[in-house]
């Protein structure tokens, strides 16, 4: 299959932006495992520092919590933590972060979460004029304006990369 459909079928995330009233265009790519935003931006054409990746951390108390961060970047856990304040944040183990999120780790959107989790978002992210972020499946992302982070997920801004 050389060529895929530029459609998707609705995710819990395109349902959340439809209803919301929030315009996106579709960008569907080749999942490769491990790839990351580095193969996404690739085979897009478009800069991996407008792919947003969507993490699924916790807190100290095990409290999950999502941190949106640029494709080519890494998040800053210590300065993290020090923002949000807690004392200490780490990833949350695959099997942990998709019980939380309802997503497949690959294909995780922090729109249409299962488990309702505060949003942090590296404050970079919103100085772009548009972003690509996961639109609920592997090899798919939405491309929106970043203050629907904001807007619509009350996504509290951050200093926290690498």
Do not use: W
Not at 45 to 70: N, R, S, Y
Not at 79 to 98: D, F, M, T, W
Not at 118 to 134: D, H, Q, R
Request: aromatic share 4%.
């Amino acid at each position: 299959m050389s060529k895929k459909s530029s459609h998707v079928s609705e995710t819990p995330a395109t349902q959340v932006l439809k209803r919301a009233g929030v315009a996106f265009t579709e960008h569907v790519y080749d999942y490769v495992e491990h790839g990351g935003t580095a193969e996404s931006s690739k085979q897009l054409g478009v800069d991996e520092h407008a792919v947003v990746k969507t993490l699924v951390m916790q807190d100290d108390k095990a409290e999950p919590l999502i941190v949106l961060m640029h494709g080519d970047r890494t998040v800053s856990l210590k300065e993290l933590a020090r923002q949000i304040p807690c004392k200490k944040v780490e990833p949350c183990k695959p099997e942990v972060a998709q019980r939380h999120s309802g997503y497949q780790v690959g294909g995780t959107s922090p729109f249409g979460v299962r488990k309702a989790m505060p949003v942090f978002v590296e404050a970079t992210i919103l100085e772009l004029p548009k972003i690509c972020i996961n639109g609920g499946r592997r090899g798919y992302l939405v491309g929106i304006e970043p203050q629907v982070l904001t807007e619509l997920l009350g996504a509290r801004p951050v200093s926290c990369a690498n």
